[in-house]
Structure formats: C-alpha cells, structure tokens
C-alpha cells in the first residue's frame, strides 16, 4: 500500500476542504491510501507556545510522515502571492531529509487557497514547488486533459489544485473539487508507477 502524504496549513478551512477531497481522489487508487497531516501556525514568540500535538482534528505533520511516504502534496493559502509562514516553517526543517535523499523520486503535487480570484494562485503554487525540486521529487501539476481546467470560472490551474475563498470562506465548486480529486488521483497513479 502506497502511502500518499497530504500536509497542509489552513486557516479558515478552505484549504483543509481541499485536503479532504485530494484524499478522495488518492483513495480512488485501490493501491493508494491518503495521510492527512496538518500544520500549526507559527508563533511570534521566540518561545514555542503551540503544542506539539493538536487537541482535536488532523494530527500535526512530522519529518518521519515525510520518510515513510510514497508521494507528497503540499497545500497552504496563499499570502501576498507566496505560501503560508507555516507551510515555509515547515519545509525549512527538512535539511536532514534532504542530505540523506529522502525524497528524491517521490512524486509532489501542491494545492492553494487565496481569497480573491487574482490573489497570486500561480506564484503561490510554484513557491511550494521550489523546495520539492530542491528535495529531487517529480512535481507533476493537472493536465488539461482534466475537464475542469478548461471549465472552471474560479480556480483550478495546472500548476495544481487552487480554490477562490473569497472573503466569506465560499465552498469548494464543482470545478474545484473535481481538480482536488485529478490531483490526488494523479501523484497517487505516479507513486504506483514508480514505486
């Protein structure tokens, strides 16, 4: 069984609605299973004040989740066109996997959220491609073979799964839900092909 790592950072919960629906198109794949893990905000403090471990909802992602998994899809909302302190945080604490080539070959994908329709999707997506090159993974995007990226009036694009918010926190379209789904379903076929 292919383990297919989701970690994300949400804030208002856009985001954590996307996880639920990539896990759904891995979990499509007999051979596939989805590990959600989420991230916890940064703290200002020089001190950490959060808990290691969440007192409700998806376990916190660790170094290990990334080891032990046989893809990775990474989401976070976007914030002045870049990923979430968090998301960065996080990824800056992978230099010891990255010396040991844990990740090389392993298949990436990225998902966003922004709260307008220009808010830097795009450059949001490819911030959290850049350290998944650097890690030697196979970053694979949504082709437009997939119907909703020529559909959609909000997001999806393919660099990966994106979803439009807007202030109000708007549900996921039907559009954006089905590219939650092609990304989930895509890095979990990679991981079997290469694994």
Known sequence: M????????????SVARMAEQI???????????AVLRSLPS??????????SI?????PYATISDLESCSGLVLGS???FGNM??????FLDQTSSLWLAGGMIGKPGGVFTATSSMHGGQETVLTSM????LHHGMLVAGIPYSEPALNQTRSGATPYGASHVAWQQGQALSEHEVSACKAL???????ACRLG
Not at 42 to 51: K, M
Request: with cysteine; net charge negative.
């Open 84 to 89: 979430s302190s968090a998301a960065k945080y």
């Open 42 to 51: 940064v703290s200002a403090d020089s001190e950490q004040s959060i808990a």
């Open 23 to 33: 896990g759904l198109g891995v979990d499509s794949n007999e051979d596939c299973e």
């Open 2 to 13: 292919h383990k297919i790592l989701i970690v994300y950072y949400s804030r208002h919960g």
């Open 129 to 132: 491609m850049l350290p998944l």
């Open 54 to 58: 969440p007192q409700a909802g998806v």
């Open 184 to 190: 989930g379903r895509r890095i979990a076929d990679l």
């Open 77 to 79: 909302p976007g914030y």
